[in-house]
């Protein structure tokens, strides 16, 4: 085999470990969304190695006491929603420093309705690859945006226009189901007017 064409495929294996690498990463990145929202504290401490460290701004230390911390205050919250976008990554051997923005919804019920916190930002890591799997060993929040909004909960609209399957958490949650989701088939009746549950809660909003 002539040296150019072993030099082209050290480059093409080379550029392949770094696709499947970065794969893993985000996949370890969505795995961290998917946690945080459904409150799934071992999940939560997969995305990290057990020396690892987190600084959220209102917790900085060990990355494992930082699950133990934050699982319990979400679970506090009527729901919460993350969205990752913009993930770059810079490779360093067995290391990537990782930027990714967040968008994150926590919505907060009160006698008043629901208040959603709107904050975004920016996840600041380092991951790091040990025995070929890839986990946080450094995370640092930057955040970037806030805003309050009040709101109303279309699933108190009492009627058959939002039957979709709920957002529960943990192991219940039916975004585990896979590809058991193939049993679920409900027969539902097509609604007659789909806003009208939204009018009606929109009309007593602006007569509360």
Not at 8 to 15: D, T, V
């Amino acid at each position: 085999m002539s040296e150019a064409i072993e030099a082209r495929l050290a480059a093409l294996e080379s550029e392949l470990r770094e696709l499947r690498d970065r794969e893993a990463i985000r996949e370890g990145i969505h795995r961290y969304c998917q946690a945080v929202d459904r409150c799934d504290l071992e999940m939560l401490k997969s995305c990290y190695w057990p020396d690892g460290y987190d600084d959220h701004g209102f917790f900085a230390g060990n990355a494992h006491e930082f699950a133990d911390y934050v699982i319990p205050c979400l679970q506090e919250v009527d729901s919460s929603m993350h969205s990752i976008t913009n993930t770059r990554f810079k490779f360093d051997g067995d290391r990537c420093a990782c930027t990714s923005q967040w968008h994150v919804v926590h919505r907060l019920a009160h006698e008043g309705g629901f208040t959603d916190f709107w904050h975004q930002g920016r996840y600041l890591d380092v991951w790091e690859k040990r025995e070929s799997e890839w986990k946080l060993l450094h995370r640092v929040i930057a955040s970037d945006l806030d805003r309050w909004i009040h709101t109303l909960d279309i699933r108190s609209g009492g009627d058959s226009a939002n039957q979709a399957l709920s957002g529960c958490r943990g192991k219940d949650d039916p975004g585990n189901l896979w590809f058991d989701l193939l049993d679920h088939q409900p027969r539902r009746p097509a609604v007659d007017n789909l806003w009208t549950a939204f009018h009606r809660l929109s009309e007593a909003d602006r007569n509360g």
